[in-house]
């Protein structure tokens, strides 16, 4: 089951790559990208997750909710992405989610891909970005609600042992963030 559904995502992840990244068979060789390969060394393993989440997002609300879930994280490709497993234990219902990554070279940058169990036959639109100074940071396009969002995740406090992941939406094309999703990663 596990391999079959990998191999789903990997094909729809190669799918989505943009097309410099898609034909490209190069391996990493440089320092500065062999370096890449341990960008997600702080979160591969097991986790007990924290979610704050905000109840309706772009609406001006400030009710948040809380509930837990799980990650589990490891490297695949070499090193050259991860994958994920999630537990979400929203209160209105748990579902599964994936994440997959990928490393590209020519950009330096990682893609990342967010899968629903809850729609299993589709997946976010890939964000983009790197690390630097400890934060990773990575920005996408996507919609919400029919109209068009900038998306940004932030990876931050990864050398403690409760790294933090946060989303933020942005509806005026990156001028302004609104944070609606929070996880406290434990062990």
């Not at 992405?81 to 994440?99: K, Q």
């Not at 940071?137 to 050398?159: A, C, H, S």
């Not at 933090?164 to 434990?186: C, H, I, L, P, Y």
Request: aromatic share 14%; charged share 25%; glycine share 8%.
């Amino acid at each position: 089951m596990f391999r079959t559904a990998l191999a789903g995502i990997a094909v729809a992840a190669a799918l989505c790559l943009p097309a410099y990244a898609a034909g490209s068979a190069t391996v990493s060789t440089s320092t500065e990208d062999a370096m890449h390969k341990h960008d997600f060394d702080f979160i591969v393993g097991n986790w007990k997750v924290h979610h704050h989440r905000l109840k309706a997002r772009l609406a001006g609300s400030h009710e948040w909710e809380d509930f837990e879930g799980t990650s589990t994280l490891h490297y695949i490709l070499g090193g050259d992405g991860t994958i994920d497993d999630n537990v979400i234990e929203l209160p209105s219902g748990t579902y599964r989610a994936a994440t997959l990554r990928t490393y590209d070279p020519k950009s330096r940058q990682w893609f990342v891909w967010w899968f629903d169990g809850r729609t299993p036959t589709k997946s976010d639109p890939p964000m983009a970005g790197s690390f630097k100074d400890r934060v990773g940071t990575f920005y996408g396009d996507d919609t919400f609600n029919g109209r068009p969002i900038k998306v940004r995740f932030l990876w931050t406090r990864i050398d403690t042992p409760t790294p933090r992941w946060e989303q933020a939406f942005s509806v005026d094309g990156g001028k302004s963030w609104e944070t609606n999703w929070v996880m406290d990663f434990r062990q």
